[in-house]
């Protein structure tokens, strides 16, 4: 049986740092290190970068993370928002050196300058700021080998000015014993414009992680004869049928997980799980939506009896039973049901203020339900609930949050209902709760929705 510390992710996470040592052995002093990456791969090179920040690093090299993003972007934000925003190398400088700072007590301990936490000069591209990270780094005595400037392009929405000034950067030359680290899928740009160049130091590195084995490495992971790790096994196999759409072997795994479920005391809960999920995979499909909800039916039914059976996470899975089945009914357009089924689930919410976007998002479904169903005035009551739960949600998540939503949906009401006069306090009120913007909140929201 593997042990804690051998177990799929670390395995894998060995294959990243036994490949970065191949490709750039002691004597490599400079260059980029382009990592071809699939999608679910990025996770691991995000994983080996912060381990060699850690006591346990393995390699002597000082790795720096930076998230880049386009200066195009920024300034696209700004035309729109009226902020002064600084470019993206500027501001990648501006981030070291709160990095610096908020380690000062630590890095003057061990002899850090006080020069060393001064702004950075003035930063105009990749190369000012690559020179502003070597001199950074050359301050610090204990500076175990090269630096290694992870790019992490996860913003970049421009890719090729962003590509450009890597080469920029590459051809004019790194400082000593700096390295740079980006990572792309195997059919970007950036393995036209910089995986041939040899020429300048651009090593290509292909990651090769069959990330899509790992969860069945880990259900794997085990005791073959105890029953959580069956279950686990089955869990696995059902979700990578349903994502392949061979619905059929996801029923044969579904039902085998059930039976493990029902053969074991205390497990009722897991009966819900396997249900739900297999009705989220035939919910994809539209054809088959009406089956998903009839798995969603099922998925309650088994909830009830762990609520009857007192276990532990029946309020819990009754929650979660509930919105499936309200989400179905949703995807059919049955929406008084749907309405109902909601506000069902609302007496599985805690009243704990943890609980209370769950409760708030309860009420909002509920109102919309009842507005398609043509019922207004419940709609609008529904909504002015949600208002009043609203109260709980921190700005932050309530400006990044549906609550937006609930604005205009009054605010239309407000009009159907000949209730001009609450039009005023509506407002009032989203401002309050999201800001002064919240419409524009929403319509960004929607920009973005509208482009994936």
């Not at 591209?125 to 080998?145: A, C, E, K, P, S």
């Not at 609550?403 to 407000?414: H, M, N």
Request: charged share 25%.
């Amino acid at each position: 049986m593997p042990s804690q510390f051998d177990n799929a992710v670390t395995r894998r996470l060995a294959l990243v740092q036994d490949r970065y040592r191949a490709a750039f052995p002691p004597d490599r002093t400079t260059g980029l290190c382009l990592w071809s990456v699939e999608p679910d791969e990025v996770q691991m090179i995000d994983a080996f970068v912060l381990t060699e920040d850690t006591p346990g690093a393995v390699f002597r090299d000082l790795f720096l993370s930076f998230f880049c993003e386009d200066a195009g972007a920024k300034e696209r934000r700004e035309e729109r928002s009226g902020a002064s925003l600084p470019r993206t190398w500027k501001e990648q400088g501006d981030v070291l050196r709160s990095q610096l700072l908020a380690r000062e007590a630590e890095l003057k301990e061990q002899g850090f300058p006080e020069a060393g936490f001064r702004p950075p000069p003035l930063i105009k591209g990749i190369n000012d700021f690559l020179r502003y990270v070597h001199r950074v780094t050359g301050q610090m005595h204990n500076l175990r080998g090269r630096t290694v400037v992870y790019l992490n392009p996860t913003k970049v929405t421009d890719k090729r000015a962003f590509l450009t000034a890597i080469q920029h950067a590459l051809e004019t030359g790194l400082p000593d014993n700096q390295i740079l680290m980006v990572h792309a899928p195997p059919e970007d740009l950036a393995h036209q414009m910089l995986g041939p160049r040899d020429d300048l130091g651009v090593v290509t590195i292909e990651a090769d992680l069959d990330m899509g084995a790992v969860a069945e490495e880990l259900a794997a992971d085990g005791d073959p004869g105890d029953p959580a790790l069956r279950y686990r096994t089955l869990f696995v196999e059902l979700n990578r049928h349903g994502q392949a759409r061979n619905y059929g072997k996801m029923r044969e795994a579904g039902d085998l997980a059930l039976a493990v479920a029902d053969q074991t005391p205390g497990w009722e809960h897991l009966s819900v799980t396997i249900l739900a999920a297999q009705g989220s995979h035939l919910l994809t499909d539209r054809s088959r939506q009406e089956e998903a909800l009839a798995f969603f039916v099922r998925a309650r039914r088994a909830a009830e009896v762990a609520v009857q059976t007192e276990n532990p996470s029946g309020p819990a899975v009754m929650l979660q039973a509930r919105q499936f089945e309200a989400a179905g009914l949703v995807h059919l357009k049955r929406w008084q049901e749907a309405a109902e089924c909601y506000e069902a689930a609302l007496d599985w919410v805690g009243e704990e203020p943890d609980q209370a976007f769950q409760r708030f998002e309860t009420l909002r479904m509920a109102g919309w339900c009842h507005q398609q169903a043509g019922n207004y005035e419940t709609a609008w009551d529904r909504y002015q609930q949600s208002l009043v739960v609203a109260d709980l949600i921190p700005n932050d998540l309530a400006r990044n949050s549906t609550l937006p939503y609930v604005g205009r949906e009054l605010l239309r009401l407000a009009d159907r209902l000949r209730r001009l006069l609450e039009t005023p306090v509506i407002r009032e009120r989203m401002d309050a709760l999201v800001g002064p913007d919240w419409e524009e909140v929403l319509a960004e929201a929607e920009r973005k929705s509208d482009a994936r």
